[in-house]
């Protein structure tokens, strides 16, 4: 049995969960979500407060969609009550962002500015001139606009110059070793 999808999922106050045959849409106040899931391999039902994830087999495939199903409810019913945010930090000298209506205009020492507009659904927000926090109730579209972003402008191992993510540790590598003492 998954230890993850045999867990109930608390629906907290404010949430509505509504289970339409394959179809799971969550209801806050944030926003709203639905998702289609495997409904033959998996059955999600409503007990009192909780959403309960059962699979239907014991196949390879029941046992990887039961914990997966659970969690991708879990991840829906998170984002419409509370939200998701990824937080990224530029570092470099003259690297900055300014953001101009849903855009962000990012200074990256490109010989041009960069432009990147936000996706319908994710917020983006600038603190200072180095520092974008992007938000959503989708945590895997939220995801990847913070990875597309990042992309623009990958950290790189020498000065570690670059766009990464809040608390990513940069592994540092040395710069070309001279020959020292042989002529």
Not at 47 to 72: I, Y
Not at 96 to 110: D, M, Q, W
Not at 118 to 125: C, K, S
Request: proline share 4%; charged share 30%.
């Amino acid at each position: 049995m998954s230890r993850i999808g045999k867990l109930p999922i608390a629906v907290p106050s404010g949430v509505k969960v509504t289970v339409d045959g394959p179809v799971i849409s969550v209801k806050g106040p944030k926003g709203e979500l639905s998702r289609q899931i495997l409904g033959d391999v998996v059955d999600v039902r409503l007990e009192d407060s909780k959403v309960m994830v059962e699979r239907k087999g014991n196949t390879k495939k029941h046992r990887s969609a039961h914990g997966l199903t659970r969690t991708l409810i879990a991840n829906m019913v998170q984002g419409v009550s509370k939200g998701y945010r990824k937080s990224l930090e530029i570092a470099g000298v003259g690297y900055r962002v300014a953001k101009s209506g849903e855009r962000l205009n990012l200074s990256l020492g490109f010989s041009h500015p960069v432009t990147f507009e936000a996706p319908a659904g994710v917020a983006l927000a600038v603190e200072g001139q180095n520092k974008i926090h992007v938000d959503g109730i989708d945590k895997q579209m939220v995801g990847q606009v913070a990875a597309d972003i990042r992309r623009l402008r990958k950290p790189e191992p020498y000065k570690g110059k670059g766009i990464r993510y809040e608390g990513e540790r940069i592994r540092k590598k040395l710069g070309k070793a001279g020959k020292a003492g042989k002529s």
